[in-house]
């Protein structure tokens, strides 16, 4: 079966019978659930979408890793006991007779030390600003799908793909997937992309506790 890489949003909606919902409850709550910026964090930020505002048509994909992305979820900051980032993973599954789920993830939040066992968050796809490619809401899902199914979760996924300056959230939970508008990483809402991701690791430590 083909990579993460090759999906579409559509392909994967036909083959796990997923369904948009645009006013999903659990996605609104993922999304407005507060969270405390100190006063130096939200001048670090505001420096960080200084920056991304004025290289966001220059940086290539690995650029906006290392000049942004990485420096943005330092703040957040995955590196917890019972779960940690992991870094261009494979993942894969086997989902009826004969087909196969299988890709690398950009990024992901999951549980164990040395390779990651059950994953929670995914962030897929930096993609720069302009010379997009592929379908990467499609990809997300694929993964995420994956996930869900090799550890035969009841909880919701959570992820994200980021194209430049836009941030996308997406919750995937059961056959239902939902996702947000896009977050500008250049304005004042990139102070909502680390809050969102912080609460994100509140939910975690849910999932793990329960």
Do not use: C
């Amino acid at each position: 079966m083909k990579p993460f890489a090759q999906w579409t949003k559509e392909e994967v909606e036909n083959e796990f019978k997923l369904i948009a919902d645009t006013d999903y409850s659990k996605l609104h709550q993922w999304l407005s659930a507060p969270s405390i910026i100190s006063t130096e964090e939200s001048q670090l930020l505001d420096q960080l979408a200084q920056k991304l505002l004025k290289h966001v048509y220059d940086w290539n994909e690995e650029e906006l890793k290392v000049y942004f992305i990485a420096l943005l979820l330092n703040i957040v900051d995955f590196h917890q006991d019972a779960y940690r980032p992991f870094l261009e993973r494979e993942l894969s599954v086997e989902y009826a007779e004969g087909k196969t789920l299988w890709g690398i993830v950009d990024f992901l939040v999951a549980s164990g030390k040395q390779q990651p066992k059950q994953p929670f968050l995914f962030l897929h796809e930096y993609k720069r600003q302009i010379n997009t490619s592929n379908d990467p809401m499609g990809q997300l899902l694929a993964a995420m799908v994956a996930a869900q199914k090799a550890n035969d979760y009841t909880h919701p996924i959570y992820g994200a793909y980021i194209i430049g300056r836009h941030w996308y959230f997406v919750l995937l939970d059961h056959n239902i997937y939902a996702e947000s508008l896009a977050y500008d990483a250049t304005k004042a809402e990139i102070i909502d992309v680390v809050r969102i991701l912080r609460n994100t690791k509140q939910l975690i430590e849910d999932i793990i506790s329960s």
